[in-house]
């Protein structure tokens, strides 16, 4: 039985290591989807071990929790925007360099290579770069040992869980490249994330809190909410975006417990008037709760210019750092053609729904409008009825396609770095999810021509096809899906 706290591992050849033998030692850590139903049922039951299993593989790998106090790190959570957020919030900073010399990023899902969660200075950490410090940590814990009295998960042949090792992964690139400034996206809730190893942020942030990860963080706002509030710190100051009032009440409940002091972030009036990078209505609240961290992180370090003492003023650092803001895959539109991909890897209620909203916004009157969705765990059924109902009569798609988030019709995911094992691989052959939701999708909108396709190659292929001189294709529902569809693009 493969143990909560990490996984048995494969031995790697000492001889010739390559980037792809570390994919492939990274992809060994992945939980397939059977251990993870196991591990799903009792995952609250082991949250508790989570932090200090978290802190014993990290001095396993040479550091002390307070050797990540030299990164000067900006910690944000949330459900929907935390991503984005940090994007904001790079773009910025790096306005601010070289006073700020290296700035690194970690954050996640990846879209089309595993390097993309850490960055430094907006570029992903090379290939060689990432197999050398791959295999410093990967040796560095198969030379060392746990107290299996104290951490009875961590015997001998135990590695940490994937997301876990990457998390170690970052520390290291980042420590041993000399970044003085990090920002953290949190993995999934806080309290108990592999993140929340870090002692003292320079600035907490959290963006929307929605129901996710029931499972993991609770059924109700106030215990999600209580779990993001986790990454709170005594002395250092918590930004957040307006929340429903029980995940709110939950946030300052906590913020009294840690003697945080917690500000409510509104709507930034700078913001309100500049066109973002990332472009779609919503990002104003993601992007003014980044202005708050952002200059937090400047005025702990010293470097917040002190003539911009009214709050409502901005900057220009701070105004170009937003209009140039990136994020792929969140918002993106790609132009080929007589095709306009819309694209965003919404994949919960609150962001499908603003997701959506953005694509009313961007529909033309006289294109040929596509979908392309698949979401392979959360209730997809949910998602696409939700989609549709905000819709409504105002934008009607032409043509529904519902695929796997496998990338090519020949050699399935083919780049190592975008396979998943955390499916049952029955169920995507089978494409049980694709038919139920096009069968959803029938009684939604029966006047849409409905296709179930195997591959994401294939959905490309059919939107190629068509004869239109104008065609919008938005596609969501799924992160692995956006970066797939990313590949299959770039050929």
């Known amino acids: ?37 196991a591990i799903r049922k009792s995952e609250r039951k082991a949250n508790v071990r989570a932090i200090p299993e978290m802190i014993e593989w990290t001095k396993r790998v040479g550091y002390k929790p307070t050797d990540l106090d030299r990164l000067n790190i900006v910690h944000v959570t949330g459900t929907k925007g935390k991503g984005s957020t940090c994007a904001f919030v790079y773009s910025i900073l790096s306005r601010y360099q070289p006073m700020l010399s290296k700035i690194g990023v970690y954050t996640s899902p990846h879209l089309k290579s595993v390097r993309e969660r850490i960055s430094i200075n907006g570029k992903p950490i090379s290939e060689d770069k990432f197999t050398r410090y791959f295999f410093e940590v990967w040796d560095r814990l198969s030379e060392t040992v746990s107290d299996e009295s104290i951490f009875p998960n961590m015997g001998h042949g135990v590695k940490p869980v994937y997301f876990r090792f990457l998390t170690l992964l970052s520390f290291h690139v980042f420590l041993s490249e000399k970044v003085d400034t990090a920002i953290y996206e949190v993995g999934i809730g806080g309290e108990y994330d592999s993140t929340n190893i870090v002692r003292k942020p320079t600035a907490v942030g959290i963006a929307s809190i929605g129901i996710d990860h029931t499972r993991v963080l609770g059924s109700t706002l106030k215990e999600i909410a209580w779990n993001k509030a986790g990454i709170m710190k005594t002395g250092t100051k918590a930004f957040s975006v307006d929340q429903k009032t029980e995940a709110w009440d939950a946030l300052q409940g906590r913020a009294v417990e840690k003697n945080v002091e917690l500000i409510k972030v509104p709507v930034h009036p700078v913001v309100a008037k500049t066109r973002l990078g990332i472009d779609a209505d919503f990002q104003h609240i993601n992007a003014s709760l980044a202005v708050s961290l952002a200059r937090e992180h400047l005025r702990v370090l010293g470097y917040y210019p002190q003539h911009y003492c009214n709050e409502d003023e901005l900057p220009p650092e701070f105004i170009y750092g937003l209009e140039n803001a990136s994020w792929p895959g969140r918002c993106q539109t790609i132009k080929i053609g007589n095709v306009e991909w819309l694209l965003d890897g919404a994949h919960t209620d609150e962001s499908i729904t603003v997701a959506t909203q953005w694509f009313a916004t961007k529909a033309k009157i006289a294109a040929k409008k596509v979908l392309i969705f698949n979401q392979q765990t959360r209730d997809a059924k949910s998602l696409v009825s939700r989609l549709h109902s905000i819709l409504g009569v105002d934008v009607h798609f032409d043509e529904v396609i519902f695929c796997s988030n496998v990338t090519w019709s020949v050699g399935g995911y083919q780049a190592a770095e975008l396979t998943s094992m955390n499916h049952s691989k029955q169920a995507i052959d089978d494409l049980v999810v694709q038919k139920v939701l096009a069968e959803e999708w029938e009684k939604l909108d029966p006047n849409s021509n409905r296709h179930v396709l195997p591959t994401i190659e294939d959905a490309v292929k059919y939107v190629h096809e068509l004869k239109d001189d104008n065609v919008q294709v938005l596609v969501t529902g799924s992160l692995h899906l956006v970066g797939g569809l990313l590949v299959v693009l770039d050929k």
């Open 1 to 37: 039985m493969v143990p909560i706290g990490g996984l048995h591992f494969r031995r790697f050849s000492t001889k010739s290591r390559s980037y792809g033998d570390a994919i492939n030692a990274l992809n060994s850590l992945q939980t397939n989807f059977a251990t993870l139903e």
